[in-house]
Structure formats: structure tokens, C-alpha cells
């Protein structure tokens, strides 16, 4: 086979793509991001086995975060930029290990490549399949999928300016570990666990980053309809990416609009002074081929979900930054300080048409925790009276499959003394329905984006506390989560290290858990995927 690859929720027959990514990445860009993954596990070797104290590695740890990053589902296809980034992550690795005296003889830690050829013949041997036993690679895999999503929230959390060394040093020793061939099945289960753990800390670091600086999520009301003003469109999830951009714009003329994943950006307080701020555009990532058409305007990628355009006119208003890349497409850097110059995005959106509008009207969202615990003795009131029979957790992410559709029907069918509790981009399936209130309460409880599941175990953890409940498990809560990518599985790794049993995930269970490493999960955890609409909504409210 030319590639193989099945981290993802789309992965060809939920095995594995291996002639042709169904994100769309080629057989050149698969392997070049198995590679850059490898380089990575060398550096920890070398970190791990010197002691090397990550607070001294500053340059390197954010490299890790950043390579991490770009091997992330949807978000970066340009070979070269990948390349470029191997390059300096080996060129890196080699210094450390001279500094450090490194002398051991870990394959990751000391190949050596010259040319692109070299680095695609060296990416063909180190690449998920040279792990032979099954349960072990599945074990690895779903280590380091939680790993890079943990790469993406810390890597967010960084922009702002806030760190904790610790996860550092989890990474790497999460990484060297998938190389030790001495680690059993039993002793990878525990640090997947592990894993989970802190993916908690990951994403409680960056909650406090975004909230620190921008203040708590507050319900909001967000307009999806369109102003006849020149326009930016924004997708991704990096705030600080969203505020620059802001601030350049600001009397410009040109407005911004979110698409996807920074829909949830309009529920903090800081953005709001934005006169030019108007709404959202559009819905979940993958629609984003026939969205963008209508949109006229540029388009500014801050992370992954980048669906490759079909045609040379909407590529040619595509603009990248940080992980994200895509060929042909300009990627603007940022400097020593963190600063990036939107200024060719602007110029280009003066000289396009405005938006077509697809849609009239507002969705309602701001549902993170600070919010919904200063309307706890409201929630608490209805569920003691009975007026709130169950919350379902239903997180994660969207996705193209027809299978899908059953989260909106799901979300339709709930019987009304029920509240539905989301973050992510699966709240698309179902955020527009209207699907009314319990006593002024929403029945759909946007968090914003998917790290902002923290928020959601938060609540949980908060309700336990405020029901004198012994066991999280006890609440009226159940969890019917939709999964795409690598984010989605350290969200899923960390409620499962909190304790939270019982999950529902679809459409489909992970194509990279062997049957065996599925069991354990069933078993530990009463992990189970999804049936009929019907019967899953019978089993939840009798649970």
C-alpha cells in the first residue's frame, strides 16, 4: 500500500486509507507527517532518557507542539511546509542530543535524511503498521492521537501566554513510550489513562488562558445572516488569531464573520466592542466547499478543519496560518512576538464582493461553565421538580457522513423534559432546530468549541457536588458523543480518567482499537457505539 493512515472517524471502511487520505491527503503528505510524528518521538527519547528538564527547552517544546499540530486531520496538506518543519525538527533533535551527550541508538533519535526522496523511503518503515502486533499498535495509536490533540489545546493555550511545564513533559514521555517495546498491553492501558489525565490539565490550562483574557462566555445571541460590507471569513479555533484580526480591520470597512469551529468566539465578552464583528456564516467544516463559493470574500484558516477547494477561485481566497497549510495557499507567519500581518486578507476582501446571504436569523450560544453555574439553583430547581428529566452530553464533532443524520434526529426525537448539553462542531446537527425551552432554559446548551468540553465535565462535576452525589455516574446525565478527529479522543481520554462511564460514541467506534483494546474499553468503561435513534433514546432515559 502507498500510505496508510486511520486516525480519523472518515478513514476508508473504518480501517484504514491507504492509497488516498479521505480528508484528501496524498500519498507524499501522509508520509511526511508519519515522519515528522517519528522525529518527535525522537526528540523524546533523547529527553526522556537524558532527564532533560522540559523547562529548559523552551524553543523545542513549542516545535513539538506545532509538529504535533500539523499531522492533525484536515489541518495541513502542503508537503513542503511539512518538510520544512521535518528539517527543523531533526536539525533540533541533533542539537540536543550533543547537548545532553545523548548516546544511546534509538533509531528515532539519530536517522538521518538528505533529500525528499530519502524522507519519504525513511517515512515508508517508521509509519503506523511498523508497530506488528495489533493490541499494541492500537494502544500506541490511540496514545499519541490523544497526545496530538492535547498538542493542539496546549499549543492555543501557549499563544496566550500560558504554559505548564508538566504537559511538557508528558508529551515526551507519552512519545518515547510508543517506542519502548518492553511496555505491555497493561502498562499502555495506564497511560492512556494517563493520557487523560492530562488532557484535563490541557484543557483547564487553555479555559483559563481564554477566559483570563478575554472574560467568561456569556449567552449570546449570534446573527447568521449577512451586511453588504466587504468581508473576512475566519475558521479554525485560535482566539488570539481572531483578536489580531479584529484589530486590524477595525475601520476598515471590512467586516469578519466566523465559520465552524470560531462560532464560539461571539459569546466573549472582549470581542464585542467589534462594531465590524457581525455573525456567523455558514455551518460545519465540511460544508465549507459550497459555503465559501457564496461568501465572495477571503478566507483565514487559524488550525485544522480545511477541506481542499474544488476550484482555482475559492483556493485563490485562502489564506493560512500557524499549523494549518495547504499548497498555493499563502501561510502567514508570526513574528518573534506573536504578531501577524492580516494586511494582504484585508486589502484582498476590499476588492470583492460581499457575502450572498444563505440564511436569516440568530443562534443562541454561551453555555461554558462560569455561565451555567450562575443558573445552578435554576437547573437544580427543574430537576427537582421534575421539569428536567435527563441532560445528554452530546459533544464532539461533525462530520460528512449520511450516519450523522442520526445525531439531528436524535436531538429531535429527545423527549422536551430533556436538555441537551454541546461543544464542538457536532452542535451544527441540531443548533438551528427549534427545539424550545424548560422554563426559560434552553434545551440546547452551546459550550463553544470542542476543548470547551472541559466545560461540560466541569458542570457535571459541580451538579455532583450540588446533589451530594458519591459518583459522577449518579447524575441525570448521559453521553451520546459524535467523534471525528484527534481532538475529539483526548476529550474522550479525559472524561474517561474523570471517571465518566458509559459513553455513547458514533457514528462509528475508531477504526485504530483492535478488537481487544475495544473490549477492555467496553468492559472498563462501558464504551458502546450507537444504534437506532429509537432504541438508544429508550436505553438512555431508562438507564
Request: glycine share 8%; hydrophobic share 40%; proline share 3%.
Amino acid at each position: 500500500m502507498s500510505m496508510f493512515c486511520y486516525q480519523c472517524q472518515e478513514t476508508a471502511k473504518n480501517t484504514g486509507c491507504t492509497i488516498k487520505g479521505v480528508c484528501g491527503k496524498n500519498e507524499e503528505v501522509a508520509k511526511l507527517q508519519d515522519l515528522l510524528v517519528y522525529a518527535v518521538k525522537g526528540i523524546s527519547e533523547i529527553v526522556v532518557k537524558t532527564k532533560t528538564d522540559a523547562a529548559e527547552l523552551h524553543t523545542i517544546n513549542h516545535e513539538v507542539l506545532t509538529s504535533l499540530f500539523i499531522t492533525i486531520t484536515n489541518a495541513n496538506f502542503d508537503a513542503d511546509a511539512i518538510e520544512t518543519q521535518i528539517v527543523k525538527v531533526l536539525g533540533l533533535r541533533d542539537q540536543l542530543a550533543k547537548d545532553t551527550e545523548y548516546n544511546g541508538n534509538q533509531d528515532a533519535a539519530v536517522f538521518t535524511v538528505d533529500s525528499r526522496e530519502s524522507m519519504l523511503s525513511k517515512a515508508s518503515s517508521v509509519g503506523v503498521l511498523a508497530t506488528e502486533n495489533e493490541d499494541i499498535r492500537s494502544l500506541r495509536e490511540l496514545i499519541i492521537y490523544g497526545i496530538k490533540g492535547l498538542a493542539a489545546y496546549t499549543e492555543h493555550a501557549y499563544n496566550i501566554g500560558k504554559e505548564d511545564v508538566s504537559i511538557y513533559s508528558f508529551i515526551y514521555e507519552g512519545m518515547a513510550a510508543t517506542l519502548d517495546n518492553s511496555l505491555t498491553a497493561d502498562d499502555l492501558v495506564a497511560l492512556t489513562l494517563k493520557t487523560g489525565e492530562y488532557g484535563v490539565k490541557g484543557m483547564a490550562l487553555l479555559d483559563e488562558a481564554n477566559t483570563s483574557r478575554y472574560g467568561n462566555p456569556e449567552i449570546t445571541s449570534v446573527n447568521i445572516g449577512v451586511r453588504k460590507n466587504p468581508a473576512i471569513l475566519i475558521s479554525g479555533h485560535d482566539l488570539t488569531d481572531m483578536e489580531q484580526l479584529l484589530e486590524q480591520t477595525k475601520g476598515t470597512g471590512v467586516d469578519v464573520y466566523t465559520h465552524g469551529e470560531m462560532l464560539p468566539a461571539h459569546y466573549y465578552p472582549a470581542f464585542k466592542k467589534y462594531d465590524n464583528f457581525v455573525g456567523n456564516y455558514g455551518n460545519s467544516w465540511w460544508m465549507q466547499v459550497g459555503e465559501f463559493e457564496s461568501f465572495h470574500g477571503p478566507i483565514l484558516f487559524t488550525t485544522n478543519c480545511i477541506v481542499p477547494p474544488k476550484t482555482p477561485e475559492v483556493a485563490g481566497r485562502i489564506f493560512t496560518t500557524g499549523a494549518a497549510g495547504f499548497p498555493g495557499c499563502p501561510n502567514i507567519p508570526a513574528d518573534e512576538n506573536g504578531k501577524k500581518d492580516f494586511s494582504a486578507i484585508i486589502e484582498m476582501a476590499k476588492k470583492l464582493p460581499s457575502p450572498d446571504e444563505i440564511e436569516t436569523g440568530s443562534i443562541v450560544g454561551g453555555f461554558a461553565h462560569n455561565q451555567i453555574l450562575a443558573l445552578a439553583d435554576k437547573v437544580v430547581d427543574a430537576v427537582k421538580s421534575g421539569a428536567i428529566k435527563k441532560f445528554f452530553v452530546m459533544a464532539g464533532c461533525d462530520g460528512r457522513m449520511k450516519s450523522r443524520e442520526y445525531y439531528t434526529e436524535f436531538a429531535k426525537q429527545l423527549p422536551s423534559d430533556t436538555i441537551i448539553l454541546t461543544a464542538g462542531c457536532a452542535k451544527y446537527r441540531y443548533n438551528k432546530l427549534e427545539l424550545g425551552d424548560i422554563g426559560g432554559i434552553p434545551r440546547v446548551l452551546d459550550a463553544g468549541q470542542c476543548n470547551d468540553s472541559y466545560s461540560l465535565a466541569v458542570i457535571a462535576l459541580k451538579l455532583k457536588e450540588v446533589f451530594g452525589l458519591d459518583d459522577v455516574n449518579e447524575l441525570p446525565i448521559a453521553y451520546n458523543i459524535a467523534w471525528y478527529e484527534q481532538k475529539a479522543v483526548i476529550v474522550l481520554l479525559a472524561l474517561l480518567y474523570l471517571g465518566v462511564k458509559n459513553i455513547h460514541l458514533g457514528p462509528t467506534l475508531p477504526g485504530f482499537l483492535s478488537p481487544n483494546v475495544a473490549k477492555v474499553l467496553v468492559e472498563t468503561f462501558g464504551i458502546a457505539g450507537i444504534g437506532t435513534v429509537e432504541d438508544d433514546i429508550e436505553f438512555f432515559m431508562n438507564a
